[in-house]
């Protein structure tokens, strides 16, 4: 029944490799094959007749430490295999374990290639299909789990159990695809991955999918801590430095039973620092609540990490739950005490039918200081005039914060009122301490009025900031940041407080800017100037060629710089062929989109794109044309462009100071076209007359003849 293949492998040293994932993996390759025992080098093969030779009551022997062990065939209804022997791989060559679960009680264990499905409940193993404990180094990679538990029963796919006085250092999982379904009504919990005082954790491109119930939190006075979650895809606790990079968690709510406040995390960090939670992606989703009924919910929810850098993950949160002033949507959520946080490079996403912050933080319990940088942050949600009805892309209810450079789109589900809630980057409810920030160049698009808005604030910049209003035809004359009370203009001064150059366009205005900054949206293009292979000149001698028309104005347009004293100039030794009217140069062979200032839409001066849209509204001036599309209002304002001013103007349109790329100006060219047509007639005058009098000499006898013609049948007849 049992089928053993040993063999043994000699070697004189130890081999490193870097294994797909980047991490490193030692193999020793120098063993000693004693005949009187199973080796510990050669690989042994287990089938479901054998395993009990290496699993003793189900517990692996010792003497199979480092040695590697293949499950041959699928199996099902093993039970709970520990594994006590130190440095040892088990491979399931890509096999089916059903109903088998593993504890995992040695250093250096491998788990690798095996699918895990479990259905039923194993409450000696803690609930998990893969338990460690007292696992140091473990590796678990390219597996699948897939666990279902029967109703109101905890259940965990993979639980790293360290504790304070036995931690699980440097656990990889890799390559795996984790599944829970779960539907816990009671106390117990559901989690796909919990980690609990597993500091230096890598958790490597996983799949992690949780549906699980919407359950209300248990808070320690007003914190959580992991035991206060009872639905989780991952849940970590006391494990600093972990990465966690690369992964896509998918959390949805399987059901709602009755409880005070349905809550689901998909990803809840507490009490762990130094972490990264880099290029991951999140999506937690609730089509199970009605619209009008509360739920909250929090992609990933931080409490109380220091130095956590969370950079370059997509957020998504949708759900169809929510009601005026009740519940959340929030992506990321963040409660002190905390410091050194990084949030940036991310892009968020939430949408219900209430309250929705796309990162909201606050420090209860302890002061926060939090960067938040080059998010692209988009919500939709319910606005209204209470404090709780609030549509914001960051609530920063911390004690020192540094936003900037963010782009957050901010809409709600109901026409916007001017009292409503709905603000870019907010203070809007009241927690202790002092409250600091730097928000500085960020853009918010919105359905509302304002940019921020802040309760109170000292030491605070809140400067070079634009609104965008998504009402092209709305008034953009007005200050975007909204004071509260605690921070009138007479206060400026005494508390440190700058809240100027922010302002106000509209989406109309905004797209233009779009349009004028970003060429292709591609990568920056770079020129290479040809390389002149044949060593070909283009300096022209036309010294020798006589001109058709020996008057033309400008004397030989052959030769380069020759203007013949005459105010036509087609190129040659300045540096170019086109003059701008307005001094500035222009594009060479380019008309000129240039206003009296200087600036222009055609990327010519590089500058900012505030400049841009002032250019555009700058239609009062006579250079304002290309390709004949002359703008003629008089307008000046830099508010609301106006598309009614611009009209389409012929050739002879005197406002044109650049309808022709090689002209210098406007009446230079009338003038030589003048010139030209009163030089014709008097050149070729007598020579048309003579032809003119012929023509009609010829057609008078054509006529006559006809005339006699007809006459004479009319005789006939």
């Known amino acids: ?31 000693d094959c004693e005949p009187d025992e199973l080796s510990s080098t050669g690989p ?99 597996l699948n789990i897939n666990v279902t538990a029967p109703r109101d029963n905890d259940a965990f796919a993979i639980y790293s159990e360290g504790t304070r006085n036995w931690q699980i250092n440097n656990l990889q999982i890799v390559n795996c695809t984790i599944s829970l379904k779960g539907d816990n009504r009671g106390r117990g919990c559901d989690y796909a991955l919990r980690l609990e005082y597993s500091p230096y954790a890598r958790v490597l491109n996983n799949t ?3 549906e699980v119930s919407l359950r209300t939190v248990m808070f320690h006075d007003t914190s959580a801590k992991l035991d206060s979650e009872f639905s989780l895809a991952v849940g970590v606790e006391f494990s600093d430095n972990l990465l966690f990079d690369g992964n896509v968690v998918r959390c949805t709510a399987g059901a709602r039973p009755e409880c005070a406040y349905p809550t689901l995390d998909a990803v ?27 739920n909250y919910l929090y992609g990933l ?47 968020i996403y939430s949408k219900n039918n209430g309250p929705n912050i796309g990162i909201y933080s606050q420090n209860f319990n302890g002061a926060n200081y939090i960067t938040i940088l080059n ?66 160049n960020n853009t918010v698009i919105s359905d509302g009025y304002y940019l921020s808005y802040m309760l109170d604030a000292e030491n605070t910049n809140v400067n070079n900031n634009t609104l965008v209003r998504t009402d092209k035809y709305a008034d953009t004359n007005y200050d975007p940041f909204k004071r509260g009370d605690g921070i009138g203009a007479d206060t400026d001064q005494a508390k440190n407080n700058s ?18 900054n970003v060429l292709d949206g591609g990568e920056e293009f770079h020129y290479e100037t040809p390389t002149n292979k044949d060593n070909l000149s283009n300096v022209i001698n036309g010294s020798g060629i006589s001109p058709q028309k020996p008057g033309f104005p400008g004397g030989n347009p052959l030769l380069p710089g020759n203007d013949g004293g005459g105010a036509f100039n087609t190129g040659g030794n300045n540096g170019g062929g086109f003059h701008s009217p307005d001094g500035d140069g222009g594009y060479n062979g380019w008309p000129d989109m240039s206003g009296d200032d200087g600036k222009s839409l055609s990327h010519k001066s590089q500058g900012g794109s505030a400049d841009t849209v002032n250019s555009f509204n700058n239609q009062g001036s006579s250079d304002n044309s290309y390709n004949n599309l002359v703008a003629t ?85």
């Not at 782009?407 to 002092?434: A, C, L, R």
């Open 301 to 347: 929810d931080i409490y109380r990490d220091d130095n956590l850098l969370v950079e370059n993950n997509k957020f998504r949160v949708e759900t169809t739950g929510g009601s005026l002033m009740h519940g959340t949507a929030y992506p990321l959520q963040l409660t002190g005490p905390a410091e050194g946080i990084v949030i940036q490079y991310n892009d």
């Open 208 to 210: 992690i999918n949780a």
């Open 44 to 142: 042994i093969n287990i089938t479901r007749g054998n395993f009990a030779d290496y699993f003793s009551d189900r517990i692996s022997k010792n003497s199979y430490s480092n040695s590697e062990l293949f499950i041959t065939e699928d199996m099902d209804g093993l039970g709970v295999l520990t594994v006590k022997s130190s440095n040892v791989t088990i491979n399931g060559l890509n096999h089916t374990l059903k109903n088998t679960v593993f504890s995992i009680e040695a250093s250096d264990v491998t788990l690798k290639n095996m699918t895990l499905i479990e259905t039923d409940v194993f409450e000696g193993n803690d609930y998990a299909a893969v338990l460690l404990w007292k696992a140091d180094n473990a590796r678990l990679y390219d």
């Open 499 to 516: 809240f100027s150059g922010n302002r106000v366009i509209t989406i109309f205005e905004y797209d233009l800017e779009r349009q004028s």
């Open 633 to 717: 209002s008089n307008s000046t304002s830099s508010k609301t462009p106006s598309v009614e001013g611009v009209t389409v103007s012929g050739a002879s349109s005197s406002s044109s100071s650049s309808a022709g790329g090689a002209a210098g100006s406007s009446g230079a060219t009338q003038d030589v076209k003048a010139y030209e047509i009163t030089k014709n007639i008097v050149e070729n005058g007598p020579d048309d007359m003579i032809k003119f009098i012929a023509l009609a000499i010829v057609c008078e006898i054509l006529l006559i003849i006809g005339y006699r013609r007809k006459e004479t049948e009319d005789i006939t007849d």
């Open 375 to 440: 998010n692209y942050i988009n919500v939709t949600g319910l606005a209204g005039n209470h404090s709780w009805a609030l549509v914001a892309g960051i609530e920063a209810q911390d004690d020192n914060d540094i936003i900037m450079n963010n782009i957050i789109e901010v809409h709600n589900i109901q026409k916007v009122k001017w009292e409503d809630n709905i603000y870019g980057i907010s203070y809007s409810q009241k927690t202790d301490s002092s409250h600091s920030y730097r928000v500085i």
């Open 1 to 31: 029944m049992f089928i053993v293949s040993l063999t043994c492998v000699f070697a004189s040293e130890n081999a490193t490799v870097l294994n797909e994932t980047g991490i490193e993996d030692s193999f020793n390759l120098s063993s």
């Open 268 to 294: 809840f960090i507490g009490d762990s620092c130094d972490c990264n939670f880099t290029n991951n992606e999140v999506y937690l989703s609730d089509y199970l609540t009605y619209k009008d009924i509360p």
